[in-house]
């Protein structure tokens, strides 16, 4: 009766971490979701000028990140809705919020007040945007590490249930 209680607690406190993992992924897909329907709705020459208002960019540059940046943010929110390869996604995710959240505090210790573009036009970069922006990457960070935990741990589990039965099987 012991093991049965220690086993149904030790699934209760694996499962938590499991939907902690599936809503930070399912939050993490909303903002790139409506981050990419907000840029693609509009003219991409719009965004293109909240680009270059960063002045980190030439002008090809800015064409480029224009035209791409919203079609990557929609495959990275379908695949963190679907899962798929999700220590890679999450990763990717991570770098790419690590990467915007660099250039918004580059920019706001230049003093520049501009647009940020981040959710369409008329987004403001200040104190609280940096916030936000800091917000998103701590848990896309909790995404990614909890990915690379959550497949450790079945990892560690099979190879355990692969012991079990070898045991099993010298027994008989």
Do not use: N
């Not at 907000?38 to 540059?61: E, H, N, R």
């Not at 945007?129 to 990457?137: A, I, P, T, Y």
């Not at 701590?138 to 692969?162: K, M, N, P, W």
């Amino acid at each position: 009766m012991t093991d049965a209680v220690a086993y149904s607690d030790s699934r209760a406190t694996l499962r938590w971490p499991r939907w902690l993992l599936l809503a930070g992924r399912v939050v993490l897909a909303g903002i790139f979701g409506y981050a990419a329907y907000a840029k693609l709705k509009q003219p991409w020459m719009l965004f293109a000028m909240s680009v270059d208002s960063f002045q980190i960019l030439p002008p090809w540059g800015v064409t480029f990140v224009a035209r791409t940046l919203p079609w990557v943010e929609l495959i990275l929110a379908l695949l963190l809705l679907l899962g798929w390869k999700l220590r890679w996604t999450a990763s990717a995710v991570t770098a790419l919020l690590g990467v915007f959240f660099g250039v918004l505090v580059h920019a706001y210790m230049k003093g520049l007040t501009i647009d940020c573009g981040c959710f369409g036009p008329s987004e403001k970069l200040g104190p609280m945007k940096l916030v936000e922006d800091g917000s998103m990457l701590a848990v896309s960070l909790g995404v990614t590490i909890g990915a690379f935990l959550s497949s450790h741990r079945g990892t560690r589990r099979s190879s355990e249930i692969g012991a079990a039965a070898e045991d099993f099987s010298a027994v008989r």
